[in-house]
């Protein structure tokens, strides 16, 4: 047994890191939703969730309950396989494209083993990712066509003709990143990004740096990828007031909600592509002298604590007087745990995952934000602006980055 | 390493299986897919070539043949799309006539 | 037996499976879904090959975009069971057996040519050590291989104006 582990520990260990990403993906995704309902809620002047557990919190594990067991209806005349093949495709190629993503920049070391913080990291990183999402447009797709129902072949031809359509900026935004970087790789596409000018973190961003900054690409790639994602304002796929739900119509109980929880790790990878190619991944945005702001985490940590800690004892019911202190007591532990002298070795270690998640959860945010604002495109608008729009910036993009790269390299 | 041999004969394997559903299908997009088959098959005669021979042509030629297929499904896809209003089938055997 | 002989049997299985399920199936998106089967395991052996770049550009535009584009115009063409129209069994049999000794014969005559292959590669001739890089493939096409690199994209402006031509209605 331990000759087995010694000899397969690389084996053992990603498996162990895929266990580990799923669970906390899936964990991740169920709050997002319920972050997505109280955002909107708030903008709308409502309170959302706030039933079941303190704040709501425990709502993300009734909906997963109740989902698992509703009737699980197979409407008459469907194409079995297909109809099943479709929503496990489209979670599959949702949760494999999170294992591309790097989330730090060192290794933990362990037992003599150095466990990245990326399960897979490609030369071509970037290009696999591309290729998951392409494949995505099949789950959408196929369901609507399997269905055999008019809705949800509405559905799947708008969704096939609209992530066709900005599949094309998607990846033409990000020549010019590429073209600045030089790699397809991302760990090495966020290191081409740690030269700043003056040596202020923010300015070397792709966003931001030279020699062409890439605010085109980013808000190319940002429309496209939303395109992509079949989100608010682009969810015509699933336009409730003309297609009562697009293609997933006829989909209930828990194949609905592997649906649901594609679309929305889907929307983490975004987040995360956007991050990692255009804002600095795991790269803070002061200075690199400024040593002082490796204790932001705690300092954001221990107030975010108390916080919970006084609400949590002003809370109505017993369950928040219990649950909500002991939330926050972990929180304020940990916050001034990150501040000790002794333990400054984790603290290091943590800063780079902390910017690179405090950024994804600035777009995840940005996501709710969008679907709180705008109302939906019409079809003709929604193809008029990617054709005749989108595509031309992008490529306007990639003309203007590679001139600006050239004359660098050659005045 | 696989040997060079195998991948070659996979790569007949599939151009005849292409050739079988070219000869066999009666639906026009299917057809059309078959032809797409046999241009895999090709593609995959490339690649190995081009490992075998460590320069990378052979794989140049599959990024041309990829690009010159996506145009022909393009195109061919349109007629399709014309085939089927004009005629209201996809069966091939049903379109026998030469004018519309 | 290696573990990447292994792999390539797995995939060559898989993509031999796809084709011949493409024959047998009788509804167009089964037979589509076959081919795409058939098409990521393609892309499988390229990347067992080392050509990730090929693997890659092979899953974004012949899963990603062509294929998705038969779907389409099967979904918006409502294309139902294939009708068999012309029933000569006669004709089936001797079909088969042409396709087969047309397989054989290209095997054969394909990997004979390939034994020449390797040998002649050894002899002097400029051998790229990385097959996998990108950098490389992209060197090649914009520096030896530009004149045909910008054909294609007349030939794509072509496919688009005819693609145009052909969808547009008569008014």
Redesign the interface.
């Given at each position: 047994m331990i000759d087995f582990l010694s000899a397969h520990a690389e084996l053992i260990i990603t498996l162990i890191k895929i266990a580990l990403l799923m669970f906390i993906v899936l964990t991740v995704n169920a709050y997002l939703t319920w972050f997505e309902r109280k955002v909107v809620a708030h903008m709308q002047s409502r309170w959302g969730p706030h039933r079941v557990g303190p704040h709501g919190l425990m709502q993300p594990l009734a909906d997963g309950l109740k989902f698992l067991f509703k009737e699980d209806a197979m409407p008459a005349g469907v194409?079995k396989?297909?109809y099943l093949?479709a929503p496990l495709l489209a979670l599959a190629l949702a949760l494999t494209s999170i294992g591309v993503i790097p989330f730090g920049p060192e290794p933990i070391r362990l037992l003599g083993h150095n466990i990245w913080l990326y399960i897979a990291n490609?030369?071509?990183g970037l290009?696999?990712l591309?290729?998951i999402?392409?494949?995505g447009?099949?789950g959408v797709?196929?369901a609507?066509?399997s269905s055999n129902s008019k809705y949800p072949?509405l559905g799947?031809?708008r969704s096939?003709?609209q992530?066709?359509s900005y599949?094309l900026s998607l990846?033409l935004s990000v020549v010019g990143v590429l073209l600045m970087a030089n790699s397809?790789n991302l760990t090495e596409i966020i290191n081409a990004q740690s030269h700043p000018a003056w040596g202020i973190g923010i300015l070397g961003w792709n966003i931001f740096s030279g020699p062409f900054p890439q605010i085109l690409g980013f808000f190319c790639f940002y429309i496209a990828a939303i395109a992509e994602t079949n989100r608010v304002p682009f969810d015509l796929p699933e336009a409730e007031s003309e297609l009562v739900a697009g293609f997933h119509t006829e989909y209930s109980s828990f194949k609905f909600a592997m649906f649901f929880i594609a679309e929305y790790t889907s929307m983490i990878t975004v987040s995360c592509l956007c991050t990692i190619l255009f804002f600095g991944g795991w790269l803070s945005p002061f200075p690199q002298s400024w040593t002082f702001t490796y204790y932001l985490p705690s300092l954001l940590l221990v107030p975010t604590a108390l916080w919970i800690i006084w609400d949590g004892i002003r809370y109505e019911t017993i369950w928040g007087k219990l649950v909500l202190p002991v939330i926050g007591g972990g929180l304020l532990l940990v916050g001034i745990a990150l501040a000790i002298p002794q333990l400054q070795f984790v603290n290091v270690f943590i800063q780079g995952p902390f910017w690179l998640l405090g950024k994804i959860l600035v777009f995840l945010f940005v996501y709710v934000w969008l679907r709180g604002t705008l109302p939906r495109f019409r079809y003709d608008q929604l193809m008029a602006f990617g054709w005749k729009l989108l595509l031309p910036v992008s490529i306007a993009n990639v003309v203007l980055t590679s001139f600006f790269v050239l004359w660098r390299s050659n005045p | 390493m696989v040997p060079t041999t195998y991948y070659i004969v996979l790569s007949a394997i599939l151009f005849g299986l292409g050739v079988l559903a070219f000869l066999f299908k009666r639906n026009i997009i299917t057809i059309f897919m078959s032809i797409e088959l046999m241009l895999n098959a090709v593609n995959l005669a490339f690649v190995a070539f081009s490992q075998a021979s460590g320069k990378l042509d052979g794989q140049l030629f599959v990024l041309f043949v990829i690009i010159v297929a996506a145009a022909e499904a393009a195109v061919g896809l349109g007629i399709v799309i014309l085939i089927a209003r004009n005629r209201q089938t996809l069966n091939v055997e049903r379109v026998d006539l030469l004018k519309l | 037996m290696t573990a990447e002989l292994l792999v390539f049997f797995l995939l060559a299985a898989l993509s031999v499976a796809g084709a011949v399920s493409l024959i047998f199936q009788k509804h167009p998106i089964h037979s589509a879904l076959s081919l795409i089967v058939v098409m990521v395991a393609l892309a499988g052996l390229y990347l067992l090959m080392g050509a990730e770049f090929v693997a890659a550009v092979q899953i974004i535009v012949y899963g990603g975009a062509i294929m998705v584009l038969f779907v389409f115009v099967i979904m918006l063409l409502n294309a139902g069971l294939e009708e068999h129209t012309s029933e000569s069994k006669l004709a089936g049999f001797p079909g088969i057996l042409l396709a087969l000794a047309l397989m054989g014969f290209v095997a054969t005559t394909l990997a004979r040519s390939a034994g020449s292959f390797v040998s002649s590669a050894t002899d002097g001739g400029k051998i790229v050590a990385n097959l996998s890089s990108t950098r490389q493939l992209s060197t090649m096409i914009f520096k030896d291989f530009v004149y045909p690199f910008e054909l294609t994209s007349f030939l794509i402006l072509i496919a688009i104006l005819g693609a145009i031509v052909l969808a547009q209605r008569e008014s």
């Amino acid at each position: 047994m331990i000759d087995f582990l010694s000899a397969h520990a690389e084996l053992i260990i990603t498996l162990i890191k895929i266990a580990l990403l799923m669970f906390i993906v899936l964990t991740v995704n169920a709050y997002l939703t319920w972050f997505e309902r109280k955002v909107v809620a708030h903008m709308q002047s409502r309170w959302g969730p706030h039933r079941v557990g303190p704040h709501g919190l425990m709502q993300p594990l009734a909906d997963g309950l109740k989902f698992l067991f509703k009737e699980d209806a197979m409407p008459a005349g469907v194409d079995k396989f297909v109809y099943l093949l479709a929503p496990l495709l489209a979670l599959a190629l949702a949760l494999t494209s999170i294992g591309v993503i790097p989330f730090g920049p060192e290794p933990i070391r362990l037992l003599g083993h150095n466990i990245w913080l990326y399960i897979a990291n490609p030369s071509i990183g970037l290009l696999v990712l591309f290729a998951i999402t392409a494949l995505g447009v099949y789950g959408v797709a196929l369901a609507g066509w399997s269905s055999n129902s008019k809705y949800p072949l509405l559905g799947g031809l708008r969704s096939s003709a609209q992530m066709i359509s900005y599949e094309l900026s998607l990846t033409l935004s990000v020549v010019g990143v590429l073209l600045m970087a030089n790699s397809f790789n991302l760990t090495e596409i966020i290191n081409a990004q740690s030269h700043p000018a003056w040596g202020i973190g923010i300015l070397g961003w792709n966003i931001f740096s030279g020699p062409f900054p890439q605010i085109l690409g980013f808000f190319c790639f940002y429309i496209a990828a939303i395109a992509e994602t079949n989100r608010v304002p682009f969810d015509l796929p699933e336009a409730e007031s003309e297609l009562v739900a697009g293609f997933h119509t006829e989909y209930s109980s828990f194949k609905f909600a592997m649906f649901f929880i594609a679309e929305y790790t889907s929307m983490i990878t975004v987040s995360c592509l956007c991050t990692i190619l255009f804002f600095g991944g795991w790269l803070s945005p002061f200075p690199q002298s400024w040593t002082f702001t490796y204790y932001l985490p705690s300092l954001l940590l221990v107030p975010t604590a108390l916080w919970i800690i006084w609400d949590g004892i002003r809370y109505e019911t017993i369950w928040g007087k219990l649950v909500l202190p002991v939330i926050g007591g972990g929180l304020l532990l940990v916050g001034i745990a990150l501040a000790i002298p002794q333990l400054q070795f984790v603290n290091v270690f943590i800063q780079g995952p902390f910017w690179l998640l405090g950024k994804i959860l600035v777009f995840l945010f940005v996501y709710v934000w969008l679907r709180g604002t705008l109302p939906r495109f019409r079809y003709d608008q929604l193809m008029a602006f990617g054709w005749k729009l989108l595509l031309p910036v992008s490529i306007a993009n990639v003309v203007l980055t590679s001139f600006f790269v050239l004359w660098r390299s050659n005045p | 390493m696989v040997p060079t041999t195998y991948y070659i004969v996979l790569s007949a394997i599939l151009f005849g299986l292409g050739v079988l559903a070219f000869l066999f299908k009666r639906n026009i997009i299917t057809i059309f897919m078959s032809i797409e088959l046999m241009l895999n098959a090709v593609n995959l005669a490339f690649v190995a070539f081009s490992q075998a021979s460590g320069k990378l042509d052979g794989q140049l030629f599959v990024l041309f043949v990829i690009i010159v297929a996506a145009a022909e499904a393009a195109v061919g896809l349109g007629i399709v799309i014309l085939i089927a209003r004009n005629r209201q089938t996809l069966n091939v055997e049903r379109v026998d006539l030469l004018k519309l | 037996m290696t573990a990447e002989l292994l792999v390539f049997f797995l995939l060559a299985a898989l993509s031999v499976a796809g084709a011949v399920s493409l024959i047998f199936q009788k509804h167009p998106i089964h037979s589509a879904l076959s081919l795409i089967v058939v098409m990521v395991a393609l892309a499988g052996l390229y990347l067992l090959m080392g050509a990730e770049f090929v693997a890659a550009v092979q899953i974004i535009v012949y899963g990603g975009a062509i294929m998705v584009l038969f779907v389409f115009v099967i979904m918006l063409l409502n294309a139902g069971l294939e009708e068999h129209t012309s029933e000569s069994k006669l004709a089936g049999f001797p079909g088969i057996l042409l396709a087969l000794a047309l397989m054989g014969f290209v095997a054969t005559t394909l990997a004979r040519s390939a034994g020449s292959f390797v040998s002649s590669a050894t002899d002097g001739g400029k051998i790229v050590a990385n097959l996998s890089s990108t950098r490389q493939l992209s060197t090649m096409i914009f520096k030896d291989f530009v004149y045909p690199f910008e054909l294609t994209s007349f030939l794509i402006l072509i496919a688009i104006l005819g693609a145009i031509v052909l969808a547009q209605r008569e008014s």
